[in-house]
């Protein structure tokens, strides 16, 4: 089964500070992982794809398989930057569909 | 470029109505999905269909069906409405693994 773990409801911090949202999957083949951002009340946007392992608003994210995790981290987070932050895992199921599940998200709140 | 297209953007249902949420895209995608999204639950997977004339049941879809009407349509539809399903549905689609999914800007449905 796919499953996206957020642990962190919540985070919080200054201006200037550097931020980690962390991200944890369950997949039994080779995951593609994103990470999605929604500001205040718009749509989802697509932040990050592990795939092409780019770097977008400062914000860059590793995919570590032995330790199944897709944290997102950007040294000096802004105040732009808060939202909330999903991560997703887009993966094959028996079938042959496309699944794409979402962890439950964490809000960011960057602090003047 | 519209991109996904949802309508209505809001809805107010009396308790046991039905209505039918509609979702289009026009990138060619073939996997299309309906999310809701509740305070602390993150995105819930309601249905997916891989392509024309197949679909998926997803994380929660008691209460909702779907429909895959062509590559580009893909509706979601509420037989009898209730309370528990006051909530924000996101359509999106994804056109394979490494992409990502792209969002509508979301339907906010209340059932009083």
């Known amino acids: 089964a796919q499953r996206v773990t957020q642990p962190e409801k919540l985070l919080s911090v200054f201006k200037g500070a550097p931020v980690e949202l962390k991200c944890n999957y369950s997949?039994?083949?080779?995951?593609?992982l994103f990470w999605y951002v929604q500001y205040s009340r718009q749509r989802l946007q697509l932040l990050l794809r592990?795939?092409s392992r780019e770097s977008i608003k400062g914000f860059t994210a590793d995919l570590n398989k032995g330790e199944t995790s897709f944290h997102l981290k950007k040294p000096f987070a802004q105040e732009e930057d808060s939202a909330m932050y999903y991560c997703?895992?887009?993966?094959?199921?028996?079938?042959?569909?496309?699944?794409?599940?979402f962890g439950k998200g964490t809000k960011l709140t960057v602090n003047p | 470029n519209a991109g996904v297209t949802q309508t209505p953007k809001f809805q107010v249902l009396k308790t046991g109505q039905s209505m039918t949420l509609q979702c289009a895209q026009d990138m060619n995608h073939n996997s299309m999905y309906w999310y809701r999204q509740d305070p602390g639950m993150g995105l819930r997977l309601i249905y997916y269909?891989?392509?024309?004339?197949t679909t998926d049941k997803g994380e929660v879809p008691n209460g909702y069906n779907v429909s895959r009407l062509n590559k580009r349509e893909f509706s979601l539809r509420l037989e009898s409405a209730a309370p528990s399903q006051t909530s924000v549905y996101f359509c999106a689609s994804q056109w394979g693994r490494g992409v990502g999914g792209f969002f509508g800007q979301g339907t906010r449905l209340t059932v009083v």
């Open positions: 269909s891989a392509s024309e004339g």
């Open positions: 997949y039994s083949g080779s995951p593609e």
């Open positions: 997703a895992l887009s993966g094959r199921v028996q079938g042959g569909s496309e699944k794409l599940v």
């Open positions: 592990h795939i």
